[in-house]
């Protein structure tokens, strides 16, 4: 996954974060459901981490996290 690949699935994950209240199982949008399964299969394949060690610390991915909670 490159760093514009990950922008763009950020900014979009962002978005629907915001309104997640109006999300539900039948009620996601096949805009969201694919970026969630990118998001999803970049981490299984080690492509992503939530967190990863960067500058002596830990670097935390809040989109990948927000992706991990919408797709529940």
Known sequence: MTATDSAALGTLIDRYWEDRASLSAGNCPAELAGALETALDAL????????????????????LKKAVLLYF
């Open 44 to 63: 299984d394949s080690g492509q992503a981490r939530v967190a990863e060690p960067a500058d002596g610390g830990w670097r935390v991915n809040q989109w």
